[in-house]
Structures are given as structure tokens and as C-alpha cells.
């Protein structure tokens, strides 16, 4: 079989299809690509050949040869964890990356996702924890890292793709700051970062600007191409790029350096575990969800996406509100009553979520039923039926964050992520 897949018609089909779903990035299409290398090896077939045996064993009347192809994912799945050792997660990926791929070419695998049975485990530092760990840093590259993942809510892919041009207005003034994440945002490797795809704005404060003109006066003189952040290491003697695990490395060095964890603490922490914090930080300033989603550079589920249209200036009005939440400092921020934007996308999800039990958002029933269905959590949204009296035409289930791929491969859509860090998928029934 050929050691390259991709100029496969079957290929070319499915790939069009990954990379056309706007949560999809580059590097996602790479490992889909390498995963199905993988299985096309453990069988012996090139994808096209997987596509025309499918359609012909499909078509036959003795149960053991239709069922053939899903006989093969079952057990390359069991390969995958007994052979090759491969944790649950990734192998459960695995699974979900070769159904869509039969799914693109138009022959679906009848087949169940296997259980997820590990988590991994994640831990999200304080308020004071980060405080204390900036106050006794050293380094200006880990304390810039650090402050201004805080208080921007940026993937590290995008923070690490920033050049100095992107920011160097920003930092010419003391209020908060707006940076444009151009949708064609690249990294030095020339791999798109931005996984929403479209242009969008998120802002930084006082504390994340002081620790950026520090980090800047200690590398010296900077090019509007710089990178705004670089390793340590250096590369054909100039400084070499910061990738995501040296980030990881480097918050997690600074926490274990300052006293504030020990290392195995540490590794429990994540670049990731920053936008946690900024994301709950949002949530007690009371800023609308969609409103910190769109700054934080998630994509909005399509009936969100339709209604919530906030300017740059009113972005910014919610930011300065939430900067205290967002700065690192001795004492706690009172929690503040969520704003009348946060209050309206309620109103907007009560009536969504009426509309997706045959509720008419006119009819006069929406006024007694809205009550019942409001007062039910997301986690027993399915349930929500019995109140209204209709039968549910939309399901939604709270899985966690390891498990989402696995799911939006299923056919599944994002909806949201809750506070607990868990995310909300949808699924319209047939």
C-alpha cells in the first residue's frame, strides 16, 4: 500500500468534508490523516479499496459479511488498547476518525462509540495562587506568559502567533486594549491557529501590558514581525519559536519555583487551565456568555451566533468591567449581578429551548411552560418533554472535554462549555 494516502479519491472526499466544518483546523486534518494511515495499514487496503469492499459486503444478505467493516473497526479498536497501548482517549479517537471517513463516503459504520473510561485530570490555580506566583517570579518571559494568558483568554496556539505589530498599539495606552486575531492567523510553521476562522477581537489590561513592557525591554530592540513570545532556546542564532508543551513547561516551572506547587502538582497544570480562569473570572464580573466566547475565540453555536452582534466598544465596556476579576491582586472582587446582555441571551435560551420542544415562541402556552422548562438544568434538558407535553425533536448531553471530538464525529454540535469546565454537545433527532 502506498505510504501516502492523501491523493486518494476517498480521501480527498473526507478531507474536504473535515476541513470544511469551521472547528476544524490544520492540524486536526494531520492527525485524522495519520490515524487513518494507521488503520489502513493494520488492514492491508488503501482507502479506496476500504470504500468499494464496503459497498459491496454491505449489499449482502448474510448478516457476518455486512457487518464486516464494522467487525474490523471493533477489533483494531481492541489492537489499538492491548497491543499498541494506547490510552482509552486516544484510541477512542481513533474510532471516531475512521467512522467519519466511511461516514464522508457515503457508507456508514453501524457501530456504538466504546465508553470513555479515564479523565484527564486538570487542576485550575486561584486567584491568589497566580497572584502569588507573579509577585515572586523572576523571569519576565514567564511572568508576560503568564499574566497575559490571564487576562487575555487566548489558546496558547494564538498567544504563541501574536507578532509585535498585533500588539504594539495596544500597549500605547492605559485602558483596555483590543488585539485583532486576523482569521488567517498562522504560527512559524505556517499552520492556521485560529480555529474560528473569521477575524475577531480580544482584549488585555494594565497588569498583562506591564508585564509585556517588561518582557519587551528585556529582549531589546523588536520588528513588527517579531513574535510577541519566544523560547528561551535559540535557533540559527536567533530566538526560536515557543511551541505549546514548552508553554506547559514554563507555567508549570513557575508554579514549582515559586513554592506555590510542588511538582507533582505541577503537572497537573496546563496552558489550558489559564483560560479556566479567565473564563470563571468573566462569569463572576457577570459578562454575557457569548459575549467572553466570542473574545475568547469560540466558535458560537449557529442561533447564537445570528443574535449576538456586540461592537468592539461594547467588548471593551464588558472587559473593563471584568478587569478586576482578571487582575492579580490581595484581595477578591465582589461578584457582580450579570449584566442586561447576560440577562437577555437567558430570555433567548429559554425561548430556544421551548422552540426545540414544538413550543410556538408566540403562542400563549410559551408563557406557562417557559417557567417549567427554565428551571431545568441543561444536564436534564431531555427530560424537559413531560412538562411541555411535546415530543423532544433536539437532544443535549454534557460530556467532558476529552470526549468532545469523539462526539462532534458523531454528528453531534458544540453548544457551549459550562462553568465546571464540561462541555455542552446537541444532537437533532431524526
Not at 137 to 151: C, E
Request: proline share 4%; charged share 30%; hydrophobic share 35%.
Amino acid at each position: 500500500m502506498p505510504s501516502k494516502i492523501g491523493n486518494q479519491e476517498s480521501v480527498k472526499r473526507w478531507l474536504n468534508r473535515v476541513m470544511t466544518r469551521r472547528t476544524r483546523s490544520e492540524g486536526t486534518a494531520k492527525i485524522y490523516l495519520w490515524h487513518l494511515t494507521k488503520f489502513c495499514e493494520w488492514v492491508n487496503k488503501t482507502p479506496d479499496e476500504l470504500i468499494i469492499d464496503r459497498r459491496t459486503t454491505i449489499e449482502s444478505q448474510v448478516l457476518g459479511v455486512r457487518r464486516t467493516h464494522e467487525d474490523l473497526l471493533t477489533e483494531y479498536f481492541g489492537h489499538l488498547e492491548s497491543k499498541r497501548k494506547l490510552a482509552r482517549n486516544t484510541a477512542l479517537v481513533a474510532h471516531a476518525v475512521i467512522r467519519s471517513f466511511y461516514r464522508a463516503n457515503y457508507v456508514p459504520l453501524d457501530v456504538d462509540t466504546p465508553e470513555s473510561w479515564s479523565v484527564r485530570a486538570e487542576r485550575v490555580p486561584s486567584r491568589q495562587e497566580l497572584a502569588d506566583v507573579v509577585h515572586r517570579l523572576t523571569s519576565p518571559l514567564q511572568k508576560a506568559l503568564i499574566l497575559f494568558s490571564v487576562q487575555s483568554g487566548q489558546r496558547i496556539g494564538v498567544i504563541r502567533s501574536l507578532r509585535y505589530a498585533m500588539v504594539k498599539d495596544a500597549l500605547a495606552t492605559d485602558k483596555a486594549s483590543a488585539v485583532s486575531v486576523p482569521a488567517t492567523l498562522r504560527d512559524a510553521s505556517g499552520v492556521s491557529v485560529n480555529k474560528r476562522r473569521q477575524t475577531y477581537d480580544f482584549f488585555i489590561g494594565k497588569q498583562a501590558k506591564d508585564a509585556l513592557h517588561e518582557y519587551f525591554s528585556f529582549r531589546g530592540d523588536l520588528r513588527d514581525a517579531d513574535l510577541v513570545f519566544v523560547s528561551t532556546k535559540k535557533h540559527r542564532g536567533k530566538p526560536a519559536p515557543l511551541d505549546d508543551e514548552q508553554a506547559n513547561r514554563l507555567i508549570r516551572r513557575a508554579f514549582v519555583e515559586t513554592g506555590v506547587y510542588t511538582a507533582s502538582e505541577a503537572r497537573l497544570l496546563h496552558h489550558h487551565s489559564l483560560r479556566k480562569f479567565y473564563q470563571t473570572s468573566m462569569e463572576q464580573a457577570g459578562v454575557a456568555p457569548t459575549w467572553y466566547e466570542q473574545m475568547m475565540g469560540h466558535v458560537l453555536p449557529r442561533t447564537q451566533k445570528a443574535y449576538s452582534k456586540p461592537s468592539r466598544e461594547q467588548l471593551r465596556a464588558a472587559y473593563e468591567r471584568a478587569e478586576p476579576f482578571l487582575s492579580l491582586g490581595p484581595q477578591e472582587p465582589e461578584q457582580q449581578p450579570r449584566d442586561s446582555a447576560a440577562a437577555t441571551q437567558d430570555v433567548s435560551n429559554v425561548a430556544e429551548r421551548a422552540w426545540e420542544h414544538g413550543v410556538d415562541r408566540g403562542a400563549r402556552g410559551v408563557e406557562n411552560s417557559l417557567p417549567r422548562v427554565a428551571g431545568r438544568g441543561i444536564r436534564d434538558h431531555g427530560s424537559a418533554s413531560e412538562s411541555v407535553g411535546v415530543k423532544p425533536r433536539v437532544l443535549n448531553k454534557v460530556v467532558k472535554e476529552e470526549e468532545v471530538t469523539v462526539y462532534l464525529d458523531d454528528g453531534w454540535e458544540f453548544v457551549g462549555q459550562l462553568p465546571s469546565g464540561k462541555i455542552v454537545v446537541r444532537k437533532r433527532s431524526e
